[in-house]
């Protein structure tokens, strides 16, 4: 049974796309302080449910196509190692850094904070790109 990819879909271009106005300085210079952190904000939360959506969908796809009753309890380290041996995500360490940043946003606020994950959510980008196609590829 093939996975909906229709919200990661929306969520990665809504991603892409306020990433590319937040990254874009003729545009940012032209708004307030109030403003631009607005707009940062906004790619970190789109990166925190886009993120969500990825390993959620890993996680069936492993479930429903390779590793049928092994996902129960499974923790994410051992989800990305096994999207990246069937060839879903290319490095596990860097989908464990967006995992601990993801987790870094939902306990607490602090403009340092955010700006390391603004930052992690701009390089996120094309991980959740890469993992997108081979589901897309992959979904039968």
């Keep these: 049974m093939p996975l909906d990819l229709s919200s990661l879909h929306k969520a990665l271009a809504a991603l892409k796309e306020l990433a590319e106005k937040a990254e874009n300085d003729a545009v940012m210079g032209q708004l307030d302080e109030t403003l ?29 196509n390779q590793a049928k009753g092994m996902m129960l309890g499974i923790t994410h ?3 990305f190692r096994l999207g990246a041996e069937h060839g879903l995500i290319d490095d596990p360490e860097r989908w464990w850094f967006f995992h601990e940043c993801r987790n870094r946003t939902s306990h607490t606020y602090n403009l340092e904070i955010a700006e390391e994950v603004y930052d992690a959510a701009i390089e996120f980008i094309p991980y959740a ?6 589901l897309e590829q992959r979904n039968s």
């Excluded at 969500?52 to 479930?63: Q, T, V």
């Excluded at 790109?129 to 081979?134: D, F, I, Q």
């Design 77 to 79: 380290k051992e989800l």
């Design 36 to 64: 631009r952190k607005g707009i940062r904000a906004g790619v970190i939360l789109y990166f925190e449910f886009t993120y969500e959506l990825c390993w959620k969908l890993l996680k069936c796809w492993l479930e429903a």
């Design 129 to 134: 790109e890469t993992l997108y196609a081979g």
